[in-house]
């Protein structure tokens, strides 16, 4: 079932978002065209068992959430030498042809309602441009939403063997107060035998509603690998996607999560293997604590022809207390019998014995516990390249651990 417009959203809201941004006549028939399709879209799937929807988007009230011409951020974009990072307002004017030809072309603005409700109305986010040889680091994007909705689209294309490491992170003002919106879609198209590290860090506060789609093109010899955190907001849904269509392509999927109070995290990481060779790995951990809760799904798809593949994926989910709640759906999705493939997930709680055995050394009982949780993340955190997003996330998980 499609969900209903926001009555506070129309054409001349879409044409004013673009006009009050100078933009060219493609990218507003695109924000059209989006706005268009919205009465025929579903919100994205979501795991359903009898009688239970995991996650429940149906009740997010977009006619409170959203407010289109009022939206309000600041974000700081660091460069590196030889990379363009450029505001969206400018990337048309400097590189118009690159632009429309990729924006659009990764991540479909119809591929479900929340999608094309971004593309209709986003008014912040970054292009990234990478040159043909170029090798860099550093770039980053640091972005604080000061409005009660914000939508944000980041575009990156990288040329023939390039590579560059991309960290963003994203935050709330606190000064605005009710409950608020954030959508954020990310879309990566590669080169030949290009590289692209993408970090992303998720601190909104918890009266925001996340959505964050982010999807690469992972063309031949290439590679993408994301990692991807999320500590804050109240519900999150975060699908994180890799199409191996080149042969040779490789993607590694790097997750974290920590809940507490209410929070809702439902995590996503899906990859397809269209072409030959190619390899992928799957990681996330998470942990729960009061009555938070968590809901995964993990899908590596072998196509017809990607012959010599190689696909892992492992989940676990640790929680700190019996009111909390999580689910896991791994998927494997077979097509081509020359495939080494294996998926699990886990659901546990602290190991007694290893806490007893803690607390008998005279350590109390919450340092012996906390000293545990710290310990269940190391295999994700070793899985993190970036030495200061790791850092990032070793901070956030201490402070959530002493409140």
């Not at 094309?116 to 970054?126: E, K, M, N, R, Y």
């Amino acid at each position: 079932m499609s969900t209903q417009l926001p009555a506070n959203l129309s054409e001349g809201t879409v044409r004013e978002i673009s006009e009050q941004r100078d933009e060219p006549e493609w990218l507003l028939e695109a924000r059209l065209d989006a706005l268009d399709a919205l009465s025929d879209l579903d919100l994205p799937d979501v795991i359903q068992t009898p009688g239970r929807r995991w996650t429940d988007l149906d009740q997010l009230d977009f006619e409170s959430l959203v407010d289109p011409l009022n939206q309000s951020d600041d974000t700081e974009r660091v460069t590196a030498e030889g990379v363009e990072v450029l505001p969206f307002t400018d990337a048309v004017e400097e590189h118009p042809k690159l632009v429309e030809a990729e924006f659009g072309s990764v991540v479909d603005p119809q591929d479900n309602y929340l999608t094309a409700l971004s593309a209709a109305l986003f008014t912040t986010g970054t292009f990234i441009y990478v040159p043909e040889g170029v090798d860099a680091e550093d770039v980053k994007i640091r972005a604080r939403m000061n409005s009660r909705s914000l939508f944000s689209h980041t575009l990156v294309v990288t040329e023939d063997s390039s590579s560059v490491t991309i960290l963003e992170g994203v935050e709330t003002d606190a000064a605005v107060e009710d409950a608020r919106y954030f959508s954020n879609l990310v879309e990566i198209a590669t080169g030949e035998n290009s590289y692209v590290q993408y970090g992303a860090l998720q601190n909104l506060d918890e009266d925001t509603y996340h959505y964050t789609l982010k999807r690469a093109d992972v063309g031949t010899y290439a590679t993408v690998n994301w990692i991807e955190g999320n500590i804050g907001s109240r519900l999150t849904r975060s699908d994180v996607e890799s199409e191996l269509n080149g042969d040779a392509a490789e993607s590694k999927i790097v997750g974290a999560f920590f809940g507490h109070n209410d929070q809702h995290f439902d995590v996503n990481a899906r990859v397809w293997h269209n072409a030959e060779h190619t390899t992928a790995d799957l990681v996330t951990r998470g942990v729960l604590d009061d009555r938070a809760r968590s809901v995964y799904e993990g899908v590596q798809d072998v196509g017809r022809d990607a012959w010599d593949t190689n696909s892992y994926q492992r989940e676990n989910t640790l929680m700190l207390s019996d009111e909390s709640e999580a689910d896991a759906s791994p998927k494997l999705i077979i097509n081509n019998h020359d495939t080494e493939a294996s998926h699990s997930a886990t659901v546990g709680q602290v190991d007694r014995e290893d806490l007893f055995y803690m607390t008998s050394r005279a350590l109390p009982e919450r340092i012996a516990r906390n000293m545990l949780v710290e310990g269940f993340f190391v295999p994700v955190l070793e899985e993190i390249a970036v030495d200061e997003l790791r850092e990032d996330v070793e901070t956030l998980v201490a402070e959530r651990l002493r409140q």
